[in-house]
T-cell receptor
Framework: DQQVKQNSPSLSVQEGRISILNCDYT??????FLWYKKYPAEGPTFLIS?????DKNEDGRFTVFLNKSAKHLSLHIVPSQPGDSAVYFC????????????FGQGTRLTINP | GAVVSQHPSWVICKSGTSVKIECRSL??????MFWYRQFPKKSLMLMAT?????????EQGVEKDKFLINHASLTLSTLTVTSAHPEDSSFYIC??????????FGPGTRLTVT
């Protein structure tokens, strides 16, 4: 049972435009959500997170939106840059404490010059 | 800050041998470390969670006698793949956390069993 789903395996965006990556989850016990960026043959790099008490968190070019009623979150990257080309994973877990995270399948983002 | 290293970055071994992978938190004390496995074009699958000084907790379907985990200190955890077989070939990634939900990942280890 896939508790965290990223239904788009790939996304292609023009440089300078907005990239929107989507993620859905099924477990209502999840209270903390994260986005990771991963290059081939490297470990994931933490990008941005959001707690369930918020609906938006912004950090530079990256903004994460959370819609709890729809159990949906999205990552917006604007403007998109060629260096943003990577695989993006969303993950969900508890608010506090070092607990295991459940990852989505990932979305490969390609930024075209 | 929050740097996690893994060693080796890649390893090739013969079927039947054992391989040890090290995971170190370089600039913080990791109370918890996690071991993941990633198949090509797939998500990261959690294998086990280890807390310093205690036995690891394995996810369902992961053989604890095959994947031995030791979390000997607050900066080091090791994963030993015993009697490796070709189907164990994969990308193994560790992460470390200091009692916060943010996990910091190592660069991964590519294991190829011939």
């Amino acid at each position: 049972d896939q508790q965290v789903k990223q239904n788009s395996p790939s996304l292609s965006v023009q440089e300078g435009r907005i990239s929107i990556l989507n993620c859905d989850y099924t477990n209502s016990m999840f209270d903390y959500f994260l986005w990771y960026k991963k290059y081939p043959a490297e470990g994931p790099t933490f990008l941005i997170s959001i707690s369930s008490i918020k609906d938006k968190n912004e950090d530079g070019r990256f903004t994460v939106f959370l819609n709890k009623s729809a159990k949906h979150l999205s990552l917006h990257i604007v403007p998109s840059q060629p260096g943003d080309s990577a695989v993006y994973f969303c993950a969900a877990g508890p608010r506090q404490g070092a607990q295991k995270l459940v990852f989505g399948q990932g979305t490969r983002l390609t930024i075209n010059p | 800050g929050a740097v996690v290293s893994q060693h080796p970055s890649w390893v090739i071994c013969k079927s039947g041998t054992s391989v040890k992978i090290e995971c170190r938190s370089l600039d913080f004390q990791a109370t918890t470390m996690f071991w993941y496995r990633q198949f090509p074009k797939k998500s990261l699958m959690l294998m086990a969670t280890s807390n310093e000084g205690s036995k690891a907790t394995y996810e369902q379907g992961v053989e604890k006698d095959k994947f031995l985990i030791n979390h000997a200190s607050l900066t080091l955890s090791t994963l030993t793949v015993t009697s490796a077989h070709p189907e164990d070939s994969s990308f193994y990634i560790c992460s470390a956390s200091a009692n916060r939900a943010e996990q910091y990942f190592g660069p991964g280890t590519r294991l190829t069993v011939t």
